[in-house]
């Protein structure tokens, strides 16, 4: 070593142990920086940060690459001139791979390191290995979940090698653990998921680049057949079914993108990716706030990490928002769509205002974020959007999965969403039949159904949620239990549930506009809280933002008369607001989020019609960790057996400044015998009759 290197190593040297002395990971974690063009002393970097990541405990597999592969994604995107991003990645990369290997190999242990996936039995923290072994996960690999930053890895290397940064004996090594990762001592390509979900395209994106670079390693033939299977599963179906969107939907959808960009498929069948990508398209709106079904997806309170860090933090608070804005970026580069783009912009940054105007920190992390678009001319396009069944498997089974009602998807339009699909999934639960989204112009006027909103532990809610009652729907109840509590999977034959039961009645399923930008939407399930028992809801979105609601229920004789009813709503919780019974058929309470450009304080008032049976209540429970606490509020009565039931619920969105009883004056409604449901609101007529006409009059 001569005496120039030692010296270096010497610096490096005395920086690692003062940080160690400071705490690595504080260092550490103001990596990635978005470029390191101007950086001086590059190489003192590149090896502190080698020998920060190497002697680290552990590090995730799983997701610990994510950061750094958008690290090589922008040095790609600009022209490749950035050579000290270049040098961190090799830094990166040698401290991770090739120093973690001969860490362990110095334990004897480099035969356990992998860095795909293992479907070897286990638990979230250890797998079983050969002669008694164990594989710690973020020590020898990342477990079952491991695969998910594998293509990440794997495109670093591809990079590296491309532009000459890694020696022969580097090159062979990572060509070893390649190998080594492939072996059946660590994958059975028959075992773990054989469809197509984020288990298996998170994972199957390192595999498929694995075999591009190195199409003769071990198992091939087996892992090509398994990569086959799941896009077969994919390609068959025409779509994929998770609806925890949050985390999981930018991870299988980042997978899809990875094995269709290193199998060739993102060409040959882009019709099958686009279609995906139209579906999940038709989640977003310009508002600046967001529901989804079965997650929760609140916007960040302090946007400044956001715009100085674009490319690594997202503008809603959840696990994968700047994945999940990286996909509509890839998704936008490939195929050169502008509304891709501004579903990216919206996912990144939050969009803008009605009048297009931002401030300079918004444009600077609008021009940081998306400088290769900047640079192509390549501008956002708003999407043209009205009412409309939202179609699973658009292309093939044409499953009717939700309603939208929306004239536009302009920021400042109202929009709201209803959740059909009623068959079970590991990842859905009995949110079928519920509103997910009611927004208008930059705040959200209800809460979102969350990820633990009734997923147990044998009998036991877990996450917070709070099981059938945590849903802006109708809500049938024995009577034995106090309205709106239900006693979920600890019941017994009498409790009726969702799950497993209701079924969507798709004929009844209807979608439209009037002229005046008004929307009219209808839906139905049988075997609703009872068999032979059907509800059908009726709902129309004025142009206002005016949300009409009219439930009819009818349910089978064998409910006898020992049951309520009524519809539920979430409302945001006001904090020293006392619940309970009440006498008033109103309730009001502020947003629940909003947007960042929304600074006026908006929240919403719902008048629930009278009709001198109905009781008239609040309760305060917990929810589901990834949403924010909110309010239950209801209405409800005794319910006769083959009777058609009605309820009226009525939700009218104003200024704070508003006093809710001026807004509760002007509402006037009406239920005929006929089960015509009349409205006025602010002078605004709504008509919604049982056969499915309805009228908006001014």
């Given at each position: 070593?001569?005496?120039?290197k030692?010296?270096?190593?010497?610096?490096?040297?005395?920086?690692?142990?003062?940080?160690?002395?400071?705490g690595?990971?504080?260092?550490?974690?103001?990596?990635?920086?978005?470029s390191?063009?101007?950086?001086?002393?590059?190489?003192?970097?590149?090896?502190?940060?080698?020998?920060?990541?190497?002697?680290?405990?552990?590090?995730?597999?799983?997701?610990?690459?994510?950061?750094?592969?958008?690290?090589?994604?922008?040095?790609?995107?600009s022209?490749?001139?950035?050579?000290?991003?270049?040098?961190i990645?090799?830094?990166?990369f040698?401290?991770?791979?090739?120093?973690?290997?001969?860490?362990?190999?110095?334990?004897?242990e480099?035969?356990?390191?992998?860095?795909?996936?293992?479907?070897?039995s286990?638990?979230?923290t250890?797998?079983?290995?050969?002669?008694?072994?164990?594989?710690?996960?973020d020590?020898?690999?990342?477990?079952?979940?491991?695969g998910?930053?594998?293509?990440?890895?794997?495109?670093?290397y591809?990079?590296l090698v491309?532009?000459?940064m890694?020696?022969?004996?580097?090159?062979?090594?990572?060509?070893?653990?390649v190998?080594?990762?492939?072996?059946?001592?660590?994958?059975?390509?028959?075992?773990?998921?054989?469809q197509?979900?984020?288990?298996?395209?998170g994972?199957?994106?390192?595999?498929?680049?694995?075999?591009?670079?190195?199409?003769?390693?071990?198992?091939?033939?087996?892992?090509r057949?398994?990569?086959?299977?799941?896009?077969?599963?994919?390609a068959?179906y025409?779509?994929?079914?998770?609806w925890?969107?949050?985390p999981?939907?930018?991870?299988?959808?980042?997978g899809?993108l990875?094995?269709?960009?290193?199998?060739?498929?993102?060409?040959?069948?882009?019709?099958?990716?686009n279609?995906?990508g139209q579906?999940?398209?038709g989640?977003?709106?310009?508002?600046?706030?967001r529901?989804?079904?079965?997650?929760?997806?609140?916007?960040?309170?302090d946007?400044?990490?956001?715009?100085?860090?674009?490319?690594?933090m997202?503008?809603?608070?959840v696990?994968?928002?700047?994945?999940?804005?990286n996909?509509?970026?890839?998704?936008?580069?490939?195929?050169?769509?502008?509304?891709y783009l501004?579903a990216?912009?919206?996912v990144?940054?939050?969009?803008?205002?009605p009048?297009g105007n931002?401030?300079?920190?918004?444009q600077?992390a609008?021009?940081?974020?998306?400088a290769?678009?900047?640079?192509?001319?390549?501008?956002?396009?708003?999407?043209?959007?009205?009412?409309k069944?939202?179609l699973?498997?658009a292309?093939?089974?044409?499953?009717?999965?939700?309603?939208?009602?929306?004239s536009?998807?302009?920021?400042?339009?109202?929009?709201?969403a209803f959740?059909?699909y009623?068959?079970?999934?590991?990842?859905?639960?009995?949110?079928?039949?519920?509103?997910?989204?009611y927004s208008?112009?930059?705040?959200?006027?209800?809460?979102?159904?969350?990820?633990?909103?009734?997923?147990?532990?044998?009998?036991k809610?877990?996450?917070g949620g709070t099981?059938?009652?945590?849903l802006?729907?109708?809500?049938?109840?024995?009577?034995?239990?106090?309205?709106?509590?239900?006693?979920?999977?600890?019941?017994?034959?009498?409790?009726?549930?969702?799950?497993?039961?209701?079924?969507?009645?798709?004929?009844?399923?209807?979608?439209?506009n009037?002229?005046?930008?008004?929307s009219?939407?209808?839906?139905?399930?049988?075997?609703f809280f009872?068999?032979?028992?059907?509800?059908i809801?009726r709902v129309?979105?004025?142009a206002?933002?005016?949300?009409?609601?009219?439930?009819?229920?009818?349910?089978?004789?064998?409910?006898?008369?020992d049951?309520?009813?009524?519809?539920?709503w979430h409302?945001?919780?006001?904090?020293g607001?006392?619940?309970?019974?009440?006498?008033?058929?109103?309730f009001a309470?502020p947003?629940?989020?909003?947007?960042?450009?929304?600074?006026?304080?908006?929240?919403?008032?719902?008048?629930?019609?009278?009709?001198?049976?109905?009781?008239?209540?609040?309760?305060?429970?917990?929810?589901?960790?990834?949403?924010?606490?909110?309010?239950?509020v209801?209405?409800?009565?005794?319910?006769?057996?083959?009777?058609?039931e009605?309820?009226?619920s009525?939700?009218?969105?104003h200024?704070?400044?508003?006093?809710?009883?001026?807004?509760?004056?002007?509402i006037?409604?009406?239920?005929?015998q006929?089960?015509?449901?009349?409205?006025?609101i602010?002078?605004?007529?709504?008509i919604?009759?049982s056969?499915?006409?309805?009228?908006?009059?001014?």
């Amino acid at each position: 070593m001569n005496q120039l290197k030692k010296f270096y190593f010497a610096i490096a040297f005395c920086i690692f142990h003062l940080a160690t002395v400071e705490g690595d990971g504080a260092l550490i974690s103001t990596h990635p920086q978005h470029s390191y063009a101007d950086t001086e002393n590059i190489g003192n970097l590149e090896e502190t940060l080698r020998n920060m990541l190497s002697n680290q405990d552990k590090y995730s597999f799983s997701r610990g690459w994510w950061d750094w592969d958008r690290l090589r994604q922008r040095y790609v995107d600009s022209e490749r001139k950035d050579e000290n991003s270049l040098r961190i990645l090799r830094g990166v990369f040698r401290g991770l791979i090739i120093d973690w290997h001969t860490k362990l190999e110095a334990k004897g242990e480099d035969d356990l390191m992998y860095i795909l996936f293992t479907t070897n039995s286990g638990n979230k923290t250890t797998r079983n290995a050969d002669e008694g072994r164990k594989l710690v996960r973020d020590l020898h690999g990342g477990g079952y979940h491991g695969g998910w930053g594998s293509a990440c890895r794997i495109r670093i290397y591809e990079e590296l090698v491309r532009q000459n940064m890694l020696t022969p004996e580097e090159k062979e090594l990572f060509k070893k653990i390649v190998h080594q990762s492939l072996q059946p001592q660590f994958l059975d390509f028959t075992k773990g998921s054989q469809q197509a979900d984020n288990h298996s395209f998170g994972n199957g994106g390192g595999v498929a680049l694995a075999l591009k670079l190195f199409p003769n390693a071990p198992q091939a033939k087996e892992a090509r057949d398994w990569l086959d299977r799941i896009w077969a599963n994919l390609a068959d179906y025409g779509d994929w079914t998770e609806w925890n969107y949050y985390p999981y939907g930018p991870i299988f959808l980042h997978g899809m993108l990875d094995i269709a960009e290193a199998t060739g498929r993102i060409n040959t069948d882009h019709a099958l990716i686009n279609a995906i990508g139209q579906r999940c398209l038709g989640f977003i709106h310009g508002g600046g706030i967001r529901g989804n079904p079965n997650c929760g997806s609140q916007v960040r309170k302090d946007l400044s990490q956001v715009y100085a860090d674009p490319w690594n933090m997202g503008y809603y608070n959840v696990e994968t928002s700047s994945r999940d804005g990286n996909f509509w970026y890839r998704m936008a580069q490939h195929y050169k769509d502008p509304e891709y783009l501004w579903a990216a912009e919206q996912v990144a940054l939050g969009g803008r205002p009605p009048d297009g105007n931002v401030p300079a920190e918004y444009q600077a992390a609008y021009n940081k974020r998306f400088a290769w678009f900047v640079k192509h001319d390549i501008e956002p396009k708003l999407p043209a959007s009205s009412s409309k069944i939202g179609l699973l498997s658009a292309f093939k089974h044409k499953i009717k999965e939700r309603v939208y009602l929306n004239s536009g998807r302009e920021p400042e339009k109202p929009f709201a969403a209803f959740f059909l699909y009623d068959k079970k999934d590991k990842h859905l639960d009995n949110v079928a039949g519920y509103l997910y989204e009611y927004s208008i112009n930059g705040v959200k006027l209800l809460h979102t159904s969350g990820k633990y909103n009734n997923v147990y532990s044998d009998k036991k809610l877990k996450g917070g949620g709070t099981g059938e009652e945590s849903l802006d729907s109708l809500l049938v109840l024995h009577k034995r239990h106090p309205f709106p509590i239900h006693p979920d999977r600890q019941g017994d034959e009498r409790d009726f549930k969702r799950i497993d039961f209701a079924k969507h009645l798709p004929d009844l399923a209807k979608a439209e506009n009037n002229s005046s930008g008004d929307s009219f939407g209808q839906f139905g399930f049988k075997d609703f809280f009872g068999p032979r028992s059907q509800w059908i809801r009726r709902v129309i979105l004025t142009a206002e933002g005016y949300l009409i609601v009219a439930d009819e229920y009818k349910g089978d004789e064998s409910l006898g008369a020992d049951y309520l009813a009524g519809p539920i709503w979430h409302l945001a919780k006001v904090e020293g607001k006392t619940t309970g019974l009440q006498a008033k058929n109103w309730f009001a309470a502020p947003a629940i989020d909003r947007s960042w450009w929304q600074k006026k304080e908006i929240g919403v008032t719902v008048y629930i019609h009278d009709d001198s049976n109905l009781k008239f209540g609040s309760v305060q429970q917990s929810q589901s960790q990834d949403v924010a606490p909110n309010t239950t509020v209801f209405a409800y009565r005794p319910i006769t057996a083959g009777k058609p039931e009605l309820f009226l619920s009525i939700l009218v969105p104003h200024c704070l400044a508003k006093c809710p009883d001026t807004v509760v004056r002007n509402i006037k409604s009406v239920i005929k015998q006929s089960r015509t449901f009349i409205t006025s609101i602010y002078g605004v007529q709504v008509i919604i009759e049982s056969n499915g006409g309805w009228y908006v009059e001014r």
